[in-house]
């Protein structure tokens, strides 16, 4: 099993609608999670971060965290075309600091 | 927020040859780590920078091939040896902490030809 895994495939929203993007992850001593964006050619930029069971708000993202389930979530609430992007869920694993990164999710909002 | 400046930003380099690539921080940062994006592929570990120390290398990376260099909290390099086209990849440079957590430089694409 791997560490970090985002199993679905590339996501088409149309604008102004929700992308909902999943991700589980083994360890279960993690204790922190993270949701980058990346941009084509671009390095990863953090966008949410989540280290508690539930939900998590900032502007149009909420980060979910379900611990004894072992799943992290990503809502995007209307969707932008700037929104489109690959999308990569983050596991700290163990308490060594170390990220493991899930493949990604390409998400494309379409105008 | 920690601000990283990566250089080379790209480069194309003869197979057989090795390129260091460095990692400059802003401010002093406990942990710095190495990472690599094959073409279209997520981030992968490759090892951990200590200062101080020999660095800590994720399974399937050894000193040999990627040695790693962190003389103080603000510096590190990483050196892709012995190349060959398998090793052109993105190569990034992560600090902790950084902003919220964890920041990563802007990467060098790497192409060996």
């Known amino acids: 099993q791997k560490e970090v895994e985002q199993n679905s495939g590339p996501l088409s929203v149309p604008e102004g609608a929700i992308a909902s993007l999943n991700c589980t992850y083994s360890d279960r001593g993690s204790q922190s999670f993270f949701w980058y964006r990346q941009y084509s050619g671009k390095s990863p930029e953090l966008i949410m971060f989540?280290?508690?069971?539930g939900d998590k708000e900032d502007g149009r993202f909420t980060a979910q965290l379900n611990k004894a389930s072992q799943y992290v979530s990503l809502l995007i609430r209307d969707s932008q075309p700037s929104d489109s992007a690959t999308y990569l869920c983050a596991v700290n694993l163990g308490g060594n600091n170390r990220l493991a990164f899930g493949k990604g999710n390409q998400v494309v909002v379409i105008p | 927020s920690a601000v990283i400046s990566q250089k080379p930003s790209r480069d194309i380099c003869q197979r057989g040859t090795s390129l260091t690539i460095q990692c400059q921080v802003d401010s002093q940062v406990t942990m710095m780590f190495w990472y690599r994006q094959q073409p279209g592929q997520s981030l992968t570990l490759i090892a951990t920078?200590?200062?101080?120390?020999?660095?800590?290398?994720e399974s399937g990376f050894v000193i040999d091939k990627f040695p790693i260099s962190r003389p103080n909290l603000t510096f590190s390099t990483l050196t892709v040896s012995n190349m060959s086209p398998e090793d052109s990849s993105i190569y990034l440079c992560?600090?902790?902490?950084?902003?919220?957590?964890?920041?990563f430089g802007s990467g060098t694409r790497l192409t060996v030809v």
């Open positions: 920078a200590n200062q101080g120390s020999e660095a800590t290398y």
């Open positions: 989540i280290y508690s069971n």
């Open positions: 992560s600090v902790f902490p950084g902003t919220y957590g964890y920041t």
